[in-house]
């Protein structure tokens, strides 16, 4: 219930905004699995996944009701990095801070200065498509 609240506020509190968005939210399973399928913390954390960035939301709420997340990478060889396990965690990590926070929206700040130009390269304009899909 506190979710669906939110969506309203956040979609200036038009219902049918609001049924357009918790619509999406729903079918973007279906249409993007990779990024929502296998997705136990656990099993992940056993693969190491966690160790190679940091994720801290900011205390603290913009005026206008948002919040900065700030994310570090803290450097992955280009072998080990997999696009699909670091785009999963980070919409669970969205996710989580989504449901426990009063904002009404986010602003991220990356330091991505510890990737290396082949990690960057692994991410396809095909996978920057589909973040932009699940974020809107």
């Known amino acids: 219930m506190r979710l669906l609240w939110r969506i309203w506020l956040i979609r200036k509190m038009s219902l049918e905004r609001t049924k ?4 999406m939210y729903y079918t973007v399973r279906n249409l993007i699995p990779e990024f929502f399928e296998n997705r136990d913390p656990v099993i992940l954390q056993k693969q190491q996944v966690f160790k190679h960035f940091h994720v801290v939301p900011l205390p603290v709420l913009l005026d206008d009701f948002t919040q900065i997340i700030n994310t570090q990478f803290l450097g992955v060889e280009d072998g080990q990095f997999d696009t699909i396990k670091f785009i999963k965690i980070g919409i669970m990590v969205g996710e989580l801070i ?15 200065k510890n990737i290396s130009l082949g990690v960057i390269m692994k991410i396809t304009p095909a996978i920057l498509k ?7």
């Open 20 to 23: 357009q968005t918790v619509d």
């Open 98 to 112: 989504f449901r426990s926070t009063n904002a009404l929206g986010f602003q991220m700040v990356m330091d991505l």
């Open 130 to 136: 589909k973040i932009q899909v699940v974020i809107t």
